[in-house]
Structure formats: C-alpha cells, structure tokens
C-alpha cells in the first residue's frame, strides 16, 4: 500500500506478493508527490536494485509473511530525510539504507545510515524502548558483514543472514507504527517559528518527562495572577544546558503577549538577528542591551508588561556597565527599575543557565538580582525560585517551585553524555575523558578530528547530501590569530560585518550560507544557537603542551575578571553546538601536534577517507 508518509508499505507476505512493477509506481507517485518533481532514471533503478535485494533476501531468511516492510519511510519535520527501508523484524526494527552500485562504505554513509536508526528510537513513539539496528547495504560487491561503529555493514548475499540473526519474537503492527507520532526536538529557530505561527510546538516525548508543559503552565499562572491582582513578579527558570530554557522562555512571550505586550530579550546579539530574520519580525524578540538602553537609561515608558530575558545569570555588573555605558548600576538594576514603571503590573521571567560566561563583566551572577531587588524596595516584588536558587533570595518575599528547576536535558542521551565529556577534558582529565567518549553510541553522535579541512569539507557534502535543511559550518575561538594563517577568517572586521542572519538561515543557494564552509563565527556568533554538525576549528588560544592546557586569551579592552574560565567557556560553547556530532580541525601547526594527540587520546576519531570496509568486488 501506498501512503502520504512513505512509499510502500504492507507486510513481507504482501510484497512477495505483489507485481514488483505495483511497488516501483507507488515509490513514483511517492516521489512526485513529496518533492514535486519526477524521479530519475537512476532513482528508479536503485529502487529496482533495492526491491530485488529484499525479495532474495526475505525468502532465504525464511521472513514471517506478517513482519511489517515500508520503503521510503519519510521522517516527519525531517526536510524529505527517509530510510530506504524499514523492516519490522519481530519486535525488532532494522532501519537499512542501500547504496547501490557501491563496494566500498564511506564514513558518512556509515553515519548516515546510523542517524537513521537513532532518530527513530528516539522520536519515533512506536520505535520507542524497541531494539532499532543500522544496516547498510553495499550492492556492489559480495561476501562482506562487517560492524563499523555500531552499523551492520553488508553486501546483498549476506543481507538474509543477517535479517535471520536480528529477529526477535513478537509483532509489531504496521499500522500502528506507520501512523506513530514521530516528533524530533526542533531547532530554537524552528521552535520559534512554529510558535509564532501560531503553531502547536510537537509534544516532544523527552519534553513531557523533563517536566517542560509543567513550567510554562506555571509560568502562564504567574503572569495572570500578577495582571489580576496589579504584582510585580521577578520569576526565574534555571536549567541544565539543552533543557528547553529558551522554549519556555518564548512560549511565556508569545501565550503573555496576547494579554499584555510581552517581548524576548536577549543579550546574544547574533541569536536575536537569526530569530528576528526567521520570524520576519522585530515586536517579540529583542536586544536585551538596547532594550535596557531605551527603557532603563534614556528612561522611556515600557510599553510590554511581560519581559523574558535570556542567561540571567550574565547580566552585565556594575563595573561593566560603568565602562561600557558610563552607568553605576547593572542591568539586573535597571531591569527591576523598568519593571516598576510598568502600568500596573509585570511579570519579569529570567532564564539561568551555566557554564557558558564568554563576555567581560558577566561573571557577577544570580546574586546581583538579590541586590537590584533590594535596591528597588523589597516589599514591592515576589520573588519565585526554583529550588536550587532559592538561597539566593532568602529574607526575600520568595516561593520556590520545583517546576522551575529544568534538570533533564531534552537533548539525546549522546548529547547528555557529551556535556560530561567536554567538561572532562577541558578541566584536564584526558583518560577519564576517553571513557566517558565511550559512553557516546558512535553512530548517534560523531566526534571527529581532521588535520585536513578538505576532508572536512568533503565528509559534510557526502554526509549531507539532498538535506536541504541541514546546517553546518565553521566556528572557531575568537581569541586566537593563528587560523589566519589556514583561510580561516576570524578577525573581528570579518565576523562583526558577516551577516549572522543569513550564515544561519540561509539554503544551499544562498552564497552567504554556513553551508559553503567559507566564513566562520567565532563563539560570539554561534553561542545559543545549533547545527547539524560545526567544524570546530582550533586555536593556539587553548592548546595542550607537557599535560596541561596552555591558554593564551586575548586582553581586551574590558579586562576579564577570569581570562582562563572565560576561555574554557569558549571551547564548552563551540564543542556544543552540534546535534549530529562535531568535526574539530586542528591545523598542521607545530604547535597545535600536542593537542591533536590529546584530543585523539580523548575519544576524538580520526576523520578518515577510506574507513577500509569494502566488498569483493
């Protein structure tokens, strides 16, 4: 049978069964429809090429007529991305992609067919708690069956062994699993289009389980008690990285600003141009410097009573402001001074991250906001904190709700373990770091290291070909000179005129895109940002020499109260950025040998052109 999500689709008894021509005119008809255009002539053969494969496969395996088979499965909000075939083996679901004509795997078919199995187990409802294997299938040779980081690597004459192998006992019902909620955790940009679309974000199933509906349902309630009752409310939403922080942030703007102006302030100068590009609009997201400029300094009336600012916990301090601004009060002061001249009422909502501090004078902390409400008048504001800030406020007017504390990330359990292996080996510990690499499913998060940026460059184009919406670029530190010497522009005259919008949104066609992998952003440009996969390109900044990490930040004209944490915050935010996993280029500099031997000696592979996994041909 044919469908609107996938090619063709029945049970084995059912495709041995049918004409094979039935089969192909359904992928056809699948194809025109979901990409508005004819297949071609190559297309059709690898679908004949792969159809052929299944059915000699299937009858040697002795297949159960009533196992579940899809061709062209399409993963919803995916950009067109499909497995070639998923087969329900059992309670077992092999996700296999196909390259026909090919006897020899590359890396980033290798990957690409892992992606494959690790997006269904992990928003695929039905594939959820299932056992979900890789395969891929080289038609272009024989007599291989080989793992490669956790990818079954096979030529046709093996496929049926190893279909045999992979069954388990049970059933699961194709029709139940190709009608399953398959709801992958959107991009910020996306996200934030979907909102202020008007758009029902997807009920993300890691989402429901860390507690997220609970915070912005709290927050929903807060806002409206305060409008009710004419309050002024400071609230805020701590979080582990990746745990949804600036969703609920712009979920909060756009349910308050129906009520009450409401507006997303953000000091990320970058994230504000990307969101305001992706939205075409400039009313709900903000900079949070201007912002506090216009309504904090030059002492205009606010117009909003619903404010959301991002990282809380950097606001600038005093010492900072002074310097920059010639003001002696923080932004936290200022703030809380705006929101008292809020008609009638306001509702305040901080973000609180960690870890990620990269500009001078954010290092003051959660604790300036104990003083800007003292500074204020205490008896004016409530205070709600989750649990793990509420020392900060205490004496204050303060309730603590655990439903602000957001402590799971909705990130993939590779990107958990990811965060726990970047803070290893930035604080020094390069074995433990190797064995928390090891914790990584290899096919579900990729680390890399190349010397070559061409073969960066070529693994990316393979990796991602016809991904239309797939993102990847490089980024670097900003404090180190030596790249220049690589055709990697880091300069600030480069970056600062770089169009940040246009690097992050824009398509394959698009001559300012990351994705031509010829301009950089430096940690300022990426930071609260994603992409599929950056090329972290690194510097003589930070570099391993003797056992130690060697920093060497630039002095700027704001002196940093913590150069060193500064510059370790750098590399935490470039080596985060990733989704799919990371590349980390490493230029052939005498003085960069050491740290590419740390990194490697860390769990970082090597980015190799022939992965040495062929067929006979």
């Avoid at 089969?23 to 090429?49: F, I, M, T």
């Avoid at 404090?479 to 770089?498: E, P, V, Y």
Wanted: proline share 5%.
């Amino acid at each position: 049978m044919s469908g609107q999500g996938w090619g063709w689709a029945g049970s084995v008894g059912e495709f041995l069964a049918v004409d094979a021509r039935q089969v192909l005119d359904d992928l056809r008809v699948h194809h025109r429809a979901l990409l508005l255009k004819n297949p071609s002539g190559s297309q059709e053969a690898a679908w004949g090429a792969e159809t052929d494969v299944m059915r000699r496969a299937l009858v040697t395996a002795g297949a159960d007529p009533a196992w579940g088979l899809a061709f062209e499965y399409e993963l919803p909000l995916e950009g067109g991305r499909r497995p070639d075939v998923v087969l329900l083996a059992g309670s077992t679901i092999l996700a296999l992609e196909f390259k026909v004509g090919a006897a020899t795997a590359s890396q980033p078919m290798v990957d690409q067919a892992g992606a494959y199995a690790r997006d269904l187990s992990e928003y695929h409802e039905a594939s959820h708690g299932q056992r979900v294997l890789p395969l891929l299938v080289l038609t272009g040779g024989s007599d291989l069956d080989q793992m490669v980081r956790g990818v079954r690597v096979l030529s046709p004459d093996r496929l049926s062994q190893a279909i045999a192998a992979s069954s388990t006992p049970g059933r699961i019902d194709l029709h139940s699993w190709l009608e399953s909620p398959y709801v992958p955790l959107p991009t910020l940009v996306a996200a934030a289009r979907r909102i202020f679309r008007h758009e029902p974000l997807p009920h993300v199933r890691r989402a429901r389980s860390a507690g997220v509906p609970e915070t912005v349902s709290l927050l929903r309630q807060l806002a409206e008690t305060a409008r009710q009752e004419d309050r002024r409310v400071l609230v805020f939403v701590a979080g582990v990285p990746g745990s949804g922080k600036t969703l609920v942030g712009l979920r909060a703007v756009y349910e308050g600003s129906g009520q009450a102006g409401a507006a997303f302030l953000s000091g990320n100068g970058p994230l504000v141009k990307v969101l305001q590009d992706a939205l075409k609009s400039s009313v709900f997201v903000k900079d949070l410097h201007a912002y506090i400029r216009t309504y904090g300094i030059e002492g205009r009336e606010p117009r909003e009573n619903v404010l959301v600012f991002d990282e809380a916990q950097r606001a600038w301090d005093r010492h900072y402001m002074r310097a920059k601004r010639g003001i002696g009060q923080s932004e936290p002061e200022l703030l809380t001074q705006i929101g008292l001249r809020m008609p009638e009422w306001c509702t305040l909502v901080g973000l609180v991250g960690e870890g990620q501090e990269i500009h001078s004078g954010e290092e003051g902390g959660i604790g300036q906001w104990r003083e800007a409400v003292e500074a204020s008048g205490v008896d004016l504001w409530e205070v709600h904190s989750p649990p793990r800030l509420a020392d900060e406020f205490r004496g204050l007017n303060v309730t603590v709700h655990p439903e602000l504390d957001l402590t799971v990330s909705l990130r993939s359990r590779e990107a958990e373990e990811l965060h726990r292996w970047v803070h290893l080996l930035l604080e020094g510990s390069i074995e433990l770091a190797a064995t928390q690499a090891a914790r990584v499913v290899p096919y579900a998060f990729s680390m890399y290291l190349t010397r070559d940026l061409t073969g960066a460059r070529r693994y990316l184009a393979d990796r991602y070909a016809g991904q239309q919406e797939a993102r990847f670029g490089l980024v670097c530190s900003s404090h180190t000179h030596l790249l220049q010497r690589f055709g990697i522009d880091n300069s600030w005259l480069a970056t600062s005129k770089m169009n940040i919008a246009r690097w992050f949104n824009g398509g394959a066609d698009d001559s300012a895109s990351c994705v031509r992998l010829d301009r950089t952003v430096t940690e300022f440009g990426c930071q609260g940002l994603e992409l599929d996969m950056p090329v972290v390109c690194w510097g003589d900044d930070l570099r391993w020499q003797n056992g130690e990490w060697l920093y060497r930040p630039i002095r700027r004209r704001y002196p940093l109260e913590d150069p060193e944490q500064i510059l370790e915050n750098v590399y935490r935010v470039l080596l985060t950025r990733g989704r799919d996993g990371f590349i980390v280029y490493v230029p052939q500099a005498a003085e960069l040998d050491q740290t590419a031997h740390a990194l490697l000696a860390a769990g970082v592979r090597p980015l190799v052109a022939d992965i040495g996994v062929a067929a006979v041909g």
